[in-house]
């Protein structure tokens, strides 16, 4: 067992620098804090393949659009590859 375990969201190191090749099985908008205090609603894509969300990000919205197109909907049933990027802030 991890601590990681707990964990609602994934997380680059989650994946342990593999790329993963996933189903999307839903999005939900959820309440997420992204810092202390702050409460913020974010769409959260869920897969058939793991009990984790991930939070999407706008690069990561971006991507999906352009893969699938403006329907947030027509995502789900897609398989797409997961990869943790460094950020470059």
């Known amino acids: 067992m991890q601590w990681s375990d707990w964990d609602k969201y994934l997380r ?8 993963r ?3 999307i099985a839903e999005i939900t908008i959820e309440e997420v804090h992204a810092s202390a205090g702050v409460a913020e609603e974010k769409p959260v894509l869920w897969f058939r393949e793991s009990k984790k969300g991930l939070i999407l990000s706008p690069i990561n919205r971006r ?6 197109g403006d329907d947030a909907g027509a995502c789900v049933g897609k398989r797409v590859t997961l990869e943790a990027v460094p950020s470059t802030g």
Request: aromatic share 6%; net charge neutral; charged share 10%.
């Open 63 to 68: 991507t999906l659009a352009s893969l699938f």
């Open 12 to 19: 680059g190191e989650h994946l342990g620098g593999a790329r």
């Open 21 to 23: 090749v996933v189903t």
